[in-house]
């Protein structure tokens, strides 16, 4: 009897359900779309943190920053040897400077892993070469053609030095810049190495851990046309070209990586390293494991992922900050709205079905019958809602994946600063330098749909229909047969 009377009230009243229906199918849309769009944002912030970070780190090690000690001004020098020929010979001299300035003892790499809730650590040392090319060229000294002998000086002849002036010379030198990472070949699970495939040769063995070597980024070895078998001289010191490695996505975190051992020996950086990167054994213990660190291994600044996304700036943070806060309260406004409509509107049928409801209570219908018939009426209404909520929800989440909109990422200089210190020596180094310099990043927005999302709606459709049924229930259990004989005309 329930369903029968059901399906034909549902039936006679096509239009009041289909009203009720779309107003909540408009918020539950709504809903699934800011969800799937804020999902696809923080993949994409992912995708900037993992270029940074690596595949499998919750957080890094770097040394407190600290003010330069008296004498020391953070700068590159670079000496030249005089000539004293007329010869145009050219000069090249390299500069291997940690980032950032600021390096940690290797063994705190094992006294963070000493920690409680630490699955693994791993060091490395970020290192940027600045290599200068060039020549001097001497001047000419010429004498001038005047008169008096071509002397100067008082009378008498004065100093007798021959009156002139030198034309010409000058000095002509070229700067490049790199960076290399020394990564420790024992342990290629974590760290930045990680956000990049090897796609040309091999990655290093874990016998190569001082072996002259190197593995290229693919836009560093096509700028330079490096090749798998090629040799690239740093500081004198020839390494062999293994692999080639493409990052996943975003920038490499360096454009030379090199074997720890080897990178120490080219910043006379002995058992040194300038990031510690660490696993948590659980995602959820990572603030306790921050904070341990900050306790037990003094003298460091610790940085999880979530410290960092913070830093993150440009038009991904904007429409982050957008689907967050006004997506999510347009959300709940559009949704509280449509709750409210739908139960005055289903408050409004009960008032019109009064002769209706008063001639079943006087057929022997209880009121809690009644109550129970009007809010399986709403439940419906609002699980047809449901369905065309989720079907334009998906359309619109398709339609945002397909549209693909482009989002640019862009790592604050403050965000390298509190990671690493002055030049950001904190993780991924030259990632973080080159961000710093207001290089950005194209991150392809996706909006995916997950089933907790899908679950969501189908639980607000519910909702809305017990909100909506609470309405019209306690407007109809409020009703007498008196009322509906009153209306007999």
Do not use: C, H
């Not at 705190?108 to 200068?132: E, F, I, R, Y």
């Not at 001497?138 to 002036?165: E, Y």
């Not at 690493?420 to 194209?442: E, N, V």
């Amino acid at each position: 009897m329930f369903f029968t009377y059901l399906r034909r009230e549902l039936r006679r009243r096509r239009k009041a359900a289909l009203v009720v229906a779309s107003g909540l199918a408009l918020g539950i849309a709504l809903v699934i779309v800011v969800n799937s769009v804020s999902s696809g944002m923080n993949k994409a912030q992912d995708k900037v943190l993992q270029s940074l970070y690596g595949l499998g780190t919750d957080m890094t090690v770097t040394k407190a920053a600290s003010a330069p000690q008296s004498g020391e001004s953070g700068r590159p020098r670079f000496k030249f040897d005089a000539k004293d020929s007329d010869s145009d010979e050219e000069q090249s001299s390299d500069r291997v400077m940690v980032q950032g300035f600021q390096t940690l003892a290797a063994s705190t790499a094992d006294k963070v892993a000493g920690q409680d809730g630490v699955a693994d650590t791993v060091g490395g040392l970020s290192l940027q070469v600045m290599k200068v090319d060039g020549q001097f060229t001497r001047g000419q000294f010429k004498q001038d053609g005047s008169g008096g002998g071509g002397r100067t000086g008082g009378p008498g002849g004065g100093s007798g030095q021959p009156q002139g002036r030198v034309e010409g010379g000058g000095a002509s030198f070229a700067v490049n810049s790199y960076s290399v990472y020394g990564t420790d070949v024992t342990k290629q699970g974590l760290g930045p190495l990680t956000s990049s495939k090897i796609t040309k040769g091999r990655t290093f063995k874990a016998s190569e851990t001082d072996a002259k070597v190197v593995v290229a980024d693919a836009s560093y070895a096509k700028e330079k046309k490096l090749a798998v078998g090629d040799t690239v001289t740093v500081k004198g010191t020839k390494y062999k070209v293994i692999g080639v490695a493409t990052p996943d996505s975003g920038d490499a975190a360096a454009n030379l990586y090199l074997p720890l051992k080897q990178a120490q020996t080219l910043a006379d950086a002995k058992n040194k390293i300038t990031t510690v990167y660490v696993k948590a054994s659980d995602s959820q213990q990572i603030d306790s494991v921050k904070s341990a660190v900050q306790k037990n291994v003094p003298g460091t600044t610790v940085t999880t992922s979530a410290d960092l996304a913070d830093t993150v700036s440009g038009s991904l943070s904007t429409a982050s900050d957008l689907a967050s806060n006004v997506g999510r309260w347009l959300s709940i406004a559009v949704l509280v709205a449509a709750f409210v409509v739908a139960g005055l509107l289903t408050s409004s049928a009960v008032s019109r079905r009064v002769r209706e409801f008063g001639t079943l209570k006087a057929l022997g219908w209880k009121s809690g019958r009644v109550t129970r018939q009007v809010v399986g009426e709403a439940v419906v209404n609002g699980l047809i809602g449901g369905v065309l909520g989720i079907a334009v929800g998906l359309a619109g989440a398709y339609a945002v994946s397909a549209i693909s909109p482009t989002l640019t990422a862009e790592l604050g200089a403050g965000g390298g600063q509190s990671a690493g210190g002055p030049g950001g020596g904190g993780p991924g180094g030259g990632m973080m330098r080159q961000a710093a310099g207001g290089k950005t990043l194209d991150i392809a927005l996706s909006a995916p749909v997950s089933a907790t999302t899908i679950a969501l709606a189908v639980g607000l459709a519910v909702a809305g229909g017990l909100i909506a049924g609470a309405f019209g229930g306690w407007r109809a259990s409020r009703l007498r047969p008196a009322d509906a004989l009153r209306r007999v005309e």
